[in-house]
């Protein structure tokens, strides 16, 4: 059986990792096995809804048949227990899939999830084909993310975190982790984990802000390597219990490739090419914006301040270059055209950049002044006037070079692929079984 659940948690309260994790101790009291590691799957996050990661949850076990009604009982008491009910917005939805293989509708259904809109309707008529059960609270939005959790298998590329939990007395106060620990861990394990620390601001990044019950998190390309990384770092606090889940972080899975820009949708992650056709300009609050174009369409693009170094590299870029963009696509509004919110960019071609000079005077060299508009220039050495010389092309060196630039990483998503990655891709991925010990209790 496959349990898919979603949106159980608030920005005041829970985590659906955490509901999770419990159920593995749950679960294994009831003698269910485990046939994957737990898989976190985040949704797309450019939808307009979306709790803070949106990340959705399955658990796909094999199971004595006497105890099933027993298992739905604890999983949906764990839910309804754990969830957020009353805050708005949190909609918990549990699915309960028992055809072993997953089909193609899900599967698809899954990625049109994670890369685009889905809506409930479109869920609900799957559950019925399949004979699956699902339990939804309040307006049930989460049965949508629970069953795109079943849906998105891993297949493909995919990589691992594990999440320590803290125990309940700790929630809302600072996390307490030895720091030195976290960065001597990232240099003992790269380039095998990702996203430890931001080493542009030497911050330590692992560790969430907020009332949720994770005290750190790390992810990283095969289950052994996050449970050594996890050995490595000296938490200063109980860890509750300690789970590896198996994800689609850092693939880039949201992101799917349009051939023009006419085809970007609103809410649509895409990878786009085209030609810089307005120069960067900077914005109120420091943000980036230019615009690229292909035959017909024109679209905006963005580079917000805590992007860092993206934002950075944004800023020299010329009219002409022709680029890659990556990155989620906002809602048109009154003032604003549709825009790209850049996760990355691909300089593919370098523009020539150009800049118009005086030229010299012919008698005694020096550079000559202009006199206006189309009205020559004078030498104020010599004294020399000149009618038909014209300004002088110079072109000067790029401040920026081809290649990949990616928002840094304190700004990722869950889901960017980051550049320790690149190389690492995982194709047609053998889930082999589970290491020894991937979870705690
Ligand atoms: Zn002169």
Request: glycine share 8%.
């Amino acid at each position: 059986m496959h349990i898919g659940l979603d949106d159980t948690d608030s920005t005041r309260k829970g985590c659906t990792t955490y509901v999770a994790a419990l159920l593995v101790e749950k679960l294994q009291g009831l003698k269910a096995e485990f046939i994957d590691y737990p898989n976190l799957i985040r949704l797309n996050p450019n939808v307009p809804w979306k709790t803070r990661g949106n990340g959705a949850l399955c658990i796909r076990i094999l199971y004595d048949e006497n105890l099933e009604e027993r298992i739905k009982e604890v999983v949906i008491s764990a839910v309804e227990e754990h969830s957020d009910l009353e805050f708005r917005g949190t909609d918990p939805g549990v699915v309960f899939f028992r055809e072993a293989k997953i089909s193609k509708e899900v599967k698809i259904f899954a990625e049109n999830a994670i890369t685009g809109i889905v809506g409930l309707k479109e869920a609900l008529k799957l559950l019925k084909k399949f004979g699956a059960e699902a339990v939804g609270f309040k307006k049930c939005r989460g049965i949508i993310g629970g069953l795109a959790a079943v849906g998105e298998t891993l297949q493909g590329d995919h990589t691992y975190e594990i999440l320590a939990y803290r125990v309940p007395e700790n929630y809302g106060l600072k996390r307490r982790v030895d720091e030195d620990s976290i960065f001597e861990m990232d240099r003992a394990t790269a380039p095998y984990t990702f996203n430890n620390v931001d080493l542009e601001k030497g911050r330590v990044i692992i560790t969430p802000r907020g009332p949720d019950p994770i005290l750190f998190g790390i992810r990283g390309e095969r289950p052994e390597i996050v449970k050594k990384a996890f050995e490595l770092v000296k938490p200063l606090e109980p860890v509750e219990r300690w789970v590896i889940f198996r994800t689609n972080q850092g693939t880039d899975a949201h992101l799917k490739r349009v051939e023009k820009l006419g085809q970007i949708k609103p809410c649509h992650p895409v990878i786009a090419r085209g030609t810089v056709s307005t120069a960067p300009k900077i914005i109120p609050l420091r943000h980036i914006i230019f615009a690229i174009k292909d035959e017909n369409e024109q679209v905006d693009c963005a580079a917000y301040e805590p992007t860092g170094a993206l934002r950075n590299s944004a800023r020299k870029l010329v009219v002409g270059d022709y680029l890659e963009v990556y990155g989620g696509v906002r809602k048109p509004s009154e003032n604003n055209p549709l825009t790209i919110n850049l996760e990355k960019i691909r300089l593919l071609r370098l523009a020539p950049k150009i800049v118009y000079h005086n030229p010299f005077c012919q008698k005694c060299g020096k550079r000559l002044k202009s006199m206006g508009k189309d009205k020559g220039f004078r030498c104020e050495r010599c004294g020399s006037r000149y009618v038909n010389l014209e300004k002088v092309e110079v072109k000067v060196k790029r401040e920026i070079r081809k290649g990949l630039y990616i928002t840094s990483t304190r700004s990722q998503r869950h889901l960017t692929k980051p550049f320790r990655r690149y190389g690492m891709e995982k194709q047609h991925a053998k889930v082999e079984g589970l290491i020894e010990n991937w979870h705690f209790p």
